[in-house]
């Protein structure tokens, strides 16, 4: 008997990572929700500007440090969004627009920022490709924040 509840509370933890807690519950107050979000906006954007500076040539191009940082980005650009909870609008956050109450806007420009990181891994094998798609990357970014950013 102990073996079936040892072997039900395991299927029950492994279940709980199927369904995550929503991002509200995860953030004890506001600022950590903006302190989350800002982090992986700060890291994405740190791997980001590697790439520029190698699209643009003021770094010598290196395909393998090229793929390492876009496939940081990729990932790292799935991160910030459950930070954008209810409530985290003010203080330190920097937004001139509300996300919540222009969530379509907000989600079409998320869309499209995803789409594009998603493309930076194969691209970053060639230089020529890496600079249209980190300025396609790097576009989607602008266009959030031109909408939603205070700078």
């Not at 369904?19 to 107050?29: D, E, G, H, N, Y």
């Not at 989350?36 to 500076?53: D, K």
């Not at 420009?109 to 891994?121: I, N, S």
Request: glycine share 8%; net charge positive; with cysteine.
């Amino acid at each position: 008997m102990r073996k079936f509840l040892i072997a039900g509370a395991a299927a029950l933890v492994s279940l709980s990572t199927l369904f995550p807690i929503s991002a509200a519950a995860q953030f004890a107050k506001a600022e950590d929700a903006v302190k989350y979000r800002q982090s992986a906006f700060s890291l994405m954007g740190n791997h980001l500007g590697r790439l520029a500076a190698m699209a643009k040539g003021s770094v010598a191009f290196d395909a393998a440090a090229a793929q390492e940082s876009a496939r940081l980005v990729q990932t790292l650009s799935k991160l910030p969004w459950e930070g954008f909870v209810p409530g985290s609008d003010g203080g330190n956050a920097k937004l001139k627009a509300d996300p919540w109450k222009e969530a379509d806007e907000f989600a079409k420009l998320k869309t499209k920022m995803l789409g594009e990181a998603d493309k930076l891994p194969e691209a970053a094998a060639n230089l020529e490709s890496l600079k249209k798609q980190v300025g396609a990357t790097g576009s989607t970014c602008k266009g959030c924040h031109e909408k939603f950013r205070k700078l």
